[in-house]
């Protein structure tokens, strides 16, 4: 059996999903159909149908949200609805008799996800309470119904349920089918063996003997007795054809075979109404990643290099603080900006004492601006090059015999940057995508200026004079964190 309507992704299986999953399944449902109903659920119901091998989920907005619904929600279900384990646009449709939200924006919602489904080429799961003449007139419309799909919870007539088969819609049923106030019997009767598909709506609709209680997936047994009792049919074979009926609309074995063999190939199925060969569509992102920043902490950084003559002198294992900016303006590049901040001590450790006094610290500032290839992005761990320009900035002390009173040479000038370098990406939801970054990062002056001292001799030294030559590199393990935000 296959629950085609269950919401596994409300407040009320919070606590036990896991053991409502185990128990259905031992009951017998095989999958498990979870339809969102808000914006504000899309992720978490996308969440559930990646977590568990056996549940599917619907993408849409109910009725009764519809005034939530507008063009932003329409481009989230459009980009989410890539997912593999979405299999329809739903729930949406008419809900006239409660009205939580107006008649128009029910309609405005409804036709906009009906062209989601249009353009998905995904089935979709219609809620329609007391809006029979409006829900049937909008399907009517040009291409409103090509991409077929199931009204779930029926509580129509005859006629309805009729022009819904002609459409070419699956007629859904609930527990509602038992209840005694209600008689669907001719429905059910008129509904071939061939359209008929099972659900709980969990968890609503609980059947007697537990009605006012939570629903849960294994009731979609009473259904199939009603239905199995009402048609005169052995239960079996209401348990396969609906199965069946199922797995064709929603494409449940082609979709766990292409998630075992093929995620990306060509497939291709009879359908009753709509001719499936198509390319698979392609795995969305499962990291949101547009703009990103955050803290960067680096060590054996900016070396200064000074050369007189032959010999040469550079200082490592500096330490260095800064932060980065990050833009990906394609799917495998990222504009980085970063700006990083070092001070160089050892310049004046290795002086003795009594002059450490007569030289100051050297201070490096540096803005890069890189451009990063990212190899196969969409993985969690993402290896990357980089490569860019460096705007040197630094603070370089020329304090000659002059104690007590610092001077600098202000030194900025623009070089290279290149590196190498490792994301590893953790989804936060709705939070956003925070990524771990390491890299190796080469930083290179392409000028020297010359000093007209010499700052590794002693200050009392004739040698102290000498003009010396200065440039600077770095060459920087570093890493950070970088929170891609979620509304941008
Ligand atoms: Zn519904
Ligand atoms: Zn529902």
Redesign the pocket.
Known sequence: MIDTHCHLNSKEYNKDIDSVITAAQLAGVEYFIVPATMPEDLEKTLEIADKYDKVYCALGV?PHDASKFNEEVYSDILRLSKHKKVVSIG?IGLDYYRNISVAESQVYALERQLAIGLETELPVIL?NRCADKDIISILKKDGNSDMGGVC??FSSGVEVAEELLKLGFYISFTANITFSKVDMTEVIKLVPLDRIMLET?SPYMTPSPNRGKRNVPQNIIKVAEKISSVKNILLEEVIKMTTENAKRLFRIPILVLSLFILSNSLYSQDNYNDDYDDEYEEMPDPYYRKLGFGPLLGTNTFVDRYTSGNRSFSYEGLFSAGGYINYRFLENFIFQAVYSYSENRKAIDKLPDSLKETLDRNFHNAIEFSVIGMVVPKNMVNFYASLGTTYFMNQISANLGAPLYKHYWHDKNWGLNTGIGIFVNLSLGNMGTLVINGEWKLGFRLDAVNLNYDPRENINSDKRKNITSYTTMSSVPRGGIIWYIPFF
Do not use: G, L
């Open positions: 109910h729930e809620h779930h919870c709506d």
